[in-house]
């Protein structure tokens, strides 16, 4: 696996972005959490659309207009060695609201289809968890669909600890804690 890097969205990276998108529209038509981590990239019509959402969901204030429930960060991971977008993760500051503090969590995130398999989503997570850990958050719930064995491989593999299955509309979703201290 290539080094990867996370950053917040911004124009140089338009094009990707609405390639990125693309991608998972054609390959991942029947997967509902297809867009996971990239709140509203699917509804909007363009890439620079959704950079001024992402803009706006970082601030307390501005979040709700961008229909978020609570304000966070969302960061593109960018292969360093072709600058190529490989996938999205979000960061919400706090889950101190009803869905995300029984499913919904700290973080979801989408690698790109072409770009699965490799390791990249693990890498992805741990450099969230380290941007958790700037934020003050201590630690993190990530959530993932019971039938959902890469992510939740990919979860443990970053140090996440089971507490529970829940049900949610039908659906067993599986809970865990990631330390962001270690």
């Known amino acids: 696996m290539d080094e990867i890097i996370l950053i917040e969205p911004n124009q140089e990276y338009a094009e990707d972005l609405w390639a ?3 991608e998972i529209i054609d390959k991942d038509n029947d997967n509902e959490d297809r867009f996971a981590g990239c709140m509203s ?3 909007s019509n363009s890439a620079e659309e959704w950079i001024r959402i992402c803009s706006l969901r970082k601030d307390e204030k501005n979040c709700k ?10 960061y593109l991971a960018i292969r360093k060695n072709d600058n190529r977008i490989i996938g999205v993760i979000d960061l919400r500051h706090h889950i101190d609201h009803p869905i995300l503090g029984t499913w919904g969590g700290h973080c979801g ?3 790109r289809p072409s770009e ?18 700037e934020l003050g958050i201590h630690k993190m719930l990530v959530t993932c669909s019971e039938g959902n064995a890469a992510s939740e491989k990919t979860i443990i593999a970053n140090g996440g600890v089971y507490e529970k299955t829940i049900e949610v509309d039908g659906e067993n979703m599986k809970r865990f804690w990631i330390n962001t201290e270690y």
């Not at 207009?65 to 969302?74: D, F, K, R």
């Open 65 to 74: 207009e961008a229909g978020a429930a609570v304000p966070s960060h969302t």
């Open 41 to 43: 990239l699917d509804t």
């Open 109 to 111: 995130y989408s690698v």
């Open 116 to 133: 699965r398999r490799q390791g990249y989503a693990k890498e992805m997570l741990h450099l969230d968890k380290l941007k958790a850990k």
């Open 20 to 22: 990125f998108r693309q």
